[in-house]
């Protein structure tokens, strides 16, 4: 049981450049999603997917896409990568949940990533 | 628009003695709270969370509290130890809002031996 897995580790990216970061999970969870940390913002949400076939934006989408074609795997485009997107990006998934409880998001390494 | 705060960036205690975390949050409709835990080049990791219908859940040193009228809470970790050495990251979580979850800019916890 590998958990959630994200490939690259690290990336590093010119102006304009495109890529796709990899996140998968193999606990079958509904909810999966995309971080990004930046230093004093905390982690905030970027896409998030609460099924195959199902995602919508989080706090700040603008610059990512995404979509969810199977339960595992969730990937997040960037499309004309800026100097803003340097970030270290996280991928989380969870089970759906109920109200006043919570299955806690379970966290991926992390993709460091640097727009020159 | 920061929902969720943590206004001290660092924290530094001694080993055996208390560290207390605190976290405040805007949003009332906020129903769930977490506290993760995170080490460098690592993702975060779950360690407590509290139903907002509870004001306090314990779990071994860990104890997080909640004052639902101030909207602030706190995490206590009683004793500390070196290894809590970490960045604690508080976040809130709103049911009806598509599990919108928020976190706060996190508190880089130092525990001197």
């Known amino acids: 049981n590998a958990g959630v897995t994200q490939t690259p580790k690290f990336q590093v990216l010119k102006t304009g450049q495109s890529m796709t970061l990899q996140c998968a999970q193999d606990?079958?969870?509904?909810?999966m999603s995309w971080y990004r940390q930046d230093p004093g913002m905390g982690l905030r949400l970027i896409h998030y997917s609460v099924g195959a076939g199902i995602t919508d934006q989080g706090e700040v989408p603008n610059g990512y896409n995404v979509s969810r074609s199977t339960t595992e795997d969730f990937p997040l485009r960037l499309l004309s990568a800026a100097p803003s997107q340097t970030s270290v990006y996280f991928c989380?998934?969870?089970?759906?949940?109920?109200?006043?409880?919570?299955?806690?998001?379970?966290f991926g390494p992390g993709t460091r990533l640097t727009v020159l | 628009d920061q929902q969720v705060k943590q206004n001290s960036p660092s924290l530094s205690v001694q080993e055996g003695r208390i560290s207390i975390l605190n976290c405040d949050y805007t949003?009332?409709?906020?129903?769930?709270f977490l506290w993760y835990k995170k080490y460098p080049a690592e993702g975060p990791t779950f360690l407590i969370s509290?139903?907002?219908?509870?004001d306090k859940n314990e779990d071994g040193r860990f104890t997080v509290f909640l004052n639902k009228s101030a909207k602030h809470l706190s995490l206590h970790i009683v004793p500390s130890q070196p290894g809590d050495s970490a960045v604690y990251f508080c976040a809130a979580s709103d049911f009806y809002n598509n599990n919108d979850m928020r976190f706060g800019a996190g508190t880089r916890l130092t525990v001197k031996p």
């Open positions: 606990m079958n969870h509904e909810y």
């Open positions: 509290i139903s907002s219908i509870k």
């Open positions: 949003n009332s409709m906020f129903d769930y």
């Open positions: 989380a998934s969870s089970p759906m949940r109920t109200p006043f409880s919570t299955d806690t998001q379970y």
